[in-house]
């Protein structure tokens, strides 16, 4: 059974920070593909970060320098450092799990919003 479980979002002020986490199972993981996307209401999903092939990562121009990606191989965990949070970052986090087979995988997603 496939598992994608996002974890970490919640109620924030601007300036504050949260740290969102993604647990895989039940796959083939791939992490070149692996990351982190949202999505605000009225809005298409966009990419936040991803690892890319030979351990690069890809980050969405809006949180360049705020926002940090890494990830636990053994524990087939992804995590997302949010720092410096501003209201336009409010929107559901989803974490997308690419499989060796193919074939990509959305967790549920986590609310995170931010109010002044």
């Known amino acids: 059974q496939v598992q994608v479980v996002e974890s970490g979002g919640g109620l924030v002020q601007p300036g504050e920070s949260l740290r969102l986490s993604c647990t895989i199972s039940?796959?083939?993981?791939?992490?070149?593909?692996t990351g982190w996307y949202r999505q605000a209401p009225g809005d298409q999903r966009e990419l936040v970060a991803t690892?890319?092939?030979?351990?690069?990562?890809n980050y969405g121009e809006s949180v360049k320098g705020r926002f940090t990606i890494s990830r636990d191989n053994a524990k087939n965990t992804v995590y997302l450092q949010m720092n410096n949070l501003q209201p336009e970052d409010t929107a559901v986090y989803y974490c997308?799990?690419?499989?060796?087979?193919?074939?990509?995988?959305w967790g549920q997603g986590t609310q995170v919003t931010v109010f002044s």
């Open positions: 690892f890319s092939r030979s351990d690069r990562i």
């Open positions: 039940g796959i083939p993981l791939r992490f070149d593909g």
């Open positions: 997308k799990a690419s499989s060796w087979t193919g074939e990509n995988y």
